[in-house]
């Protein structure tokens, strides 16, 4: 069993930055990849970034790349989202997930243990 406890979220001007953090406990999270995801009022679960258990590879979903980072620290159990420049369309209830495997890195099949979310809200 996986706990994951999401942070840093907020009400940010557009073209401003925030970290989010996903802080976990359990079983042993360096064995896992990670992934965030967002939802948007009325809208499915869409994925933003993966990591891998090394952080060797990411993954972003083309509507972030270039201004969201994932990264970890497997020392303090804790995955990162910075997002810079960000856009009023990136408003949304941010999730982290653990890769479960079974279906592709993109879609929230392959998660599971989700966090409770932390809202983001970008003003224009």
């Known amino acids: 069993q996986v706990q994951l406890v999401e942070s840093g979220g907020g009400l940010v001007q557009a073209g401003g930055s925030l970290r989010l953090s996903c802080a976990a406990s359990g079983r042993a999270f360096s064995n896992y990849d990670m992934g965030w995801f967002r939802q948007a009022p009325g809208k499915e679960r869409d994925f933003v970034a993966a990591i891998s258990w090394g952080s060797k590879s990411t993954n972003y979903a083309d509507s972030v790349k270039g201004r969201f980072t994932i990264s970890r620290d497997n020392a303090k159990n804790t995955v990162y989202l910075q997002m810079n420049s960000l856009k009023p369309e990136d408003t949304a209830v941010y999730y982290c997930?653990?890769?479960?495997?079974?279906?592709?890195?993109?879609?929230?099949?392959?998660?599971?243990?989700w966090g409770q979310g932390t809202q983001v809200t970008v003003s224009s």
């Open positions: 997930a653990v890769r479960l495997g079974g279906s592709y890195y993109n879609t929230t099949a392959g998660y599971g243990y």
